[in-house]
């Protein structure tokens, strides 16, 4: 029973085989890798630091009052100025 399907289960497999490898070459890292392994690409050291501190915001626990201000400056729609059509 199973030996009816194998050809079918090979086919499928390779097709997704095939979308997946696709997909990876499509993605940024993948892309990257393909470029080095076809030599389209030298080999760069990492400048980035992954680990350094980053400048941040003192932390506070008054979120409400920080949106309140951030949204005081909103207007606001109230029902008496809101216009219904019928």
């Known amino acids: 029973m199973f030996s ?3 050809g079918t289960l090979l086919v499928g497999g390779l097709v ?3 979308v997946f490898v696709a997909a990876f070459a499509a993605e940024g890292r993948g892309r990257r890798v393909v470029r080095l392994i076809l030599g389209a690409d030298e ?13 941040r915001p003192a932390p506070t626990l008054d ?3 920080e949106l ?12 008496h100025t809101a216009r219904h059509r019928a």
């Open 4 to 6: 009816a399907m194998e």
């Open 16 to 18: 997704a085989a095939i």
């Open 43 to 55: 080999r760069r050291p990492v400048t980035e630091h992954l680990y350094d501190e980053v400048d």
């Open 63 to 65: 979120v409400v009052g």
């Open 68 to 79: 309140a201000r951030d949204t005081a400056a909103l207007h606001v729609v109230t029902p």
